[in-house]
């Protein structure tokens, strides 16, 4: 006999496993999002593998429940944009800030995290390492679903995408058929790993590059359109935006000569005219280091709608 409480029941266990169709931003079902597999993420940068800031986006990454490698140069590679150069021993210079007790071979790995990796070459150099050695070992040679570069010690704003090795690690995970995004901060004071402490820059910009990577992620496959990476500067944390809560977001362009999409009817500035707006996260899609086009821009405008901002 089918009763009307036996009838609430079968409903109340069948809801339990048809999917939702309540949508995250971007388009992906709710529980689509918190079924999905860990995000295979790989981790460079071009201020050295000990850096502040790429080590907090590490360790978030990983606490978010995602399958995080880091692969960095050694040292600080600034300014390098994407040169290459065989891996060499380090027989001169001690670790950067004491990260470990020998780092003279040409790769390495942290002996308490082997996830932790350095490369004592060029940025680029680095990421490649990554994509295609440390993928072979960690992931049975699958590649990563994302590869975020930084945050970078210092904005990468106009011409300075062409030289920045944080971009040139985007670009060339972006040319491999990997979406990369290159994080880049405004404020650009070095420190250890060691010294970073809650609430501080490093935590900040990585909650803000976390948020982005989510914001991306939920808007489901292909993250980005095939050749294209992102280039996204984060200003200074001030009493107005201390936490990455108060934060926006914008889209805009690397060049004023490029072409760009609109927003609420109005076009959008380039990264040097956006530098003076207070706490506001700017983001310019790029193929191998310049502007995309209006159609481009407007794809990925569409799939991070959802926290942008005018």
């Known amino acids: 006999m089918f009763t009307s409480s036996s009838l609430v029941i079968n409903i109340a ?84 800030y004491n990260s470990v007790p020998h780092c003279t071979s040409p790769t390495g790995s942290d002996p308490s995290d082997p996830r932790l990796n350095y490369v004592n070459s060029f940025p680029v150099t680095a990421i490649k390492y990554g994509l295609n050695d440390l993928t072979k ?26 030289i920045s ?6 670009t060339a995970a972006a040319a491999a058929g990997i979406p990369g995004i290159a994080f880049s901060a405004a404020n650009d004071t ?52 201390n936490d990455a809560s108060k934060f926006s977001f914008a889209m805009t362009k690397i060049s004023p000569l490029a072409a760009g999409t609109k927003c609420n009817d109005v076009g959008i500035a380039t990264e040097d005219d956006s530098a003076n707006r207070a706490c506001v996260v700017t983001i310019s899609a790029m193929k191998n280091k ?9 794809q990925v405008q569409a799939k991070l709608g959802s926290i942008l901002s005018c």
């Not at 090795?165 to 985007?170: D, E, L």
């Open 13 to 96: 266990i069948a809801a339990l496993y048809v999917p939702s169709v309540l949508a995250l931003p971007g388009g992906t079902p709710r529980s689509a999002h918190h079924k999905r597999n860990p995000l295979k993420i790989l981790v460079g940068n071009d201020d050295g593998w000990a850096e502040g800031n790429v080590r907090q986006v590490y360790s978030d990454l990983k606490e978010s429940g995602n399958d995080v490698i880091l692969s960095c140069p050694l040292f600080n590679g600034s300014g390098t944009g994407s040169l290459e150069l065989l891996p060499l021993p380090n027989l001169l210079s001690p670790c950067p």
């Open 137 to 162: 070992k960690f992931w049975n040679g699958s590649p990563p679903d994302i590869v975020v570069a930084g945050p970078n010690v210092g904005d990468n704003r106009g011409i300075k995408v062409l």
């Open 165 to 170: 090795g944080t971009v040139g690690v985007a």
């Open 190 to 241: 070095r420190h250890s790993f060691a010294d970073n402490v809650p609430g501080d820059a490093s935590h900040i910009y990585s909650a803000l590059s976390i948020k982005l990577v989510n914001t991306l992620v939920a808007s489901g496959k292909p993250y980005l359109p095939p050749g294209v990476a992102l280039n996204v500067n984060l200003p200074l944390p001030t009493d107005q935006c």
């Open 290 to 298: 310049l502007d995309v086009s209006t159609t481009v821009q407007a």
